[in-house]
């Protein structure tokens, strides 16, 4: 049972980074780069995902506050007993603030593939109370440009960094380091997206994530309790339009990572707050606020 939550720990405790856009829109590869602690489980599961940012600067004189609500379908398929394959399905709900007048976006993000492959795991002991095992797994994917992405030079209303997609491919590189000793547990994930250029000759800025989170087995009658913590790190650098840097689409930031696994039988509940510790986001022109994800999966 310890086994299936801590898959989800993994898979879940990575959130993606901080760009209004890449944060919780067109990014948001959240949650599921890492989580291959055991390859013998598949899953599907369904998952809320909240965010939003306030401007420190102001548009005409009017405050900017924007708002991002995600659900996402995510499944996992073990292909063989090293390789596992993930898809991840958004669908997004954007509010944009400024003053009293409201933009919304709303419909598929961009589609998420990746593939993970076991380069490496070592287990000592059988039982709970002796066993002691490592997993190291690389793998890598592709970010399709599904999501519905409009130019700011088209619409005014929709800037680069208030988008459904990119309009764009991106590669996606990562690395997922799993430590299990008795009931304790613990998982290093590194991810590295790179985004190529759309057709408005508009390019993302280049992103990385690393996340180290700490688990511990608790058992309440028949359901099996995982409470965690960690930090996660992330870096966005700018963005570019015909190869010139735009203003405002770089950042960096550190949030610490609260959260708790329910696991009954084959479904799983969790719900996880990445709070900032430290940001610079926007050339210092906007401030994250606290992020939110519940999920639910069944493991089969």
Known sequence: MFKKLLVLVAVLCYLPPANACDSCGCSTAGGGL?????????????????????????????????????????????????????????????????????TQLKGLGDVRFLANYTVWQSTIGKDITRLNRHVLQLGGGVKLGTGKYVDVA?????????????????????????????????????????????SDEYRYGTQFNASLAFSLEQQLKNVQLLPF?????????????????????????????????????????????YHPLYQSYAD?????????????????
């Open 34 to 102: 890492g989580g291959l602690f055991y390859a013998d489980k598949n899953l599907v599961g369904i998952r809320w995902i909240h965010s939003g940012f306030t401007a420190t600067h102001f548009d005409n004189g009017l405050p900017i506050e924007e708002q991002y609500q995600q659900a996402e379908l995510w499944m996992r398929y073990t292909l063989s007993p090293r390789i596992q394959l993930s898809a991840f399905v958004p669908y997004n709900f954007f509010n944009r603030a400024i003053g009293e007048q409201n």
């Open 154 to 198: 088209t619409d005014p209303n929709t800037p680069n960094t208030f988008q459904l997609g990119t309009g764009s491919t991106s590669w996606l590189f990562n690395a997922v380091y799993n430590y299990r000793k008795r009931k304790m547990g613990i998982n290093f994930n590194t991810l590295l997206q790179i985004p190529t250029t759309n």
């Open 229 to 273: 913590a960690g930090v996660n790190v992330e870096y966005m650098d700018y963005d570019q339009r015909k190869g010139f840097e735009q203003h405002g689409t770089n950042g960096k930031g550190i949030f610490g990572l609260l959260g708790m696994e329910a696991n009954l039988n084959q479904f799983s509940v969790s719900v996880y707050y």
């Open 284 to 300: 210092d022109e906007i401030d994250a606020k606290g992020r939110s994800t519940l999920s639910i999966a069944y493991l089969f």
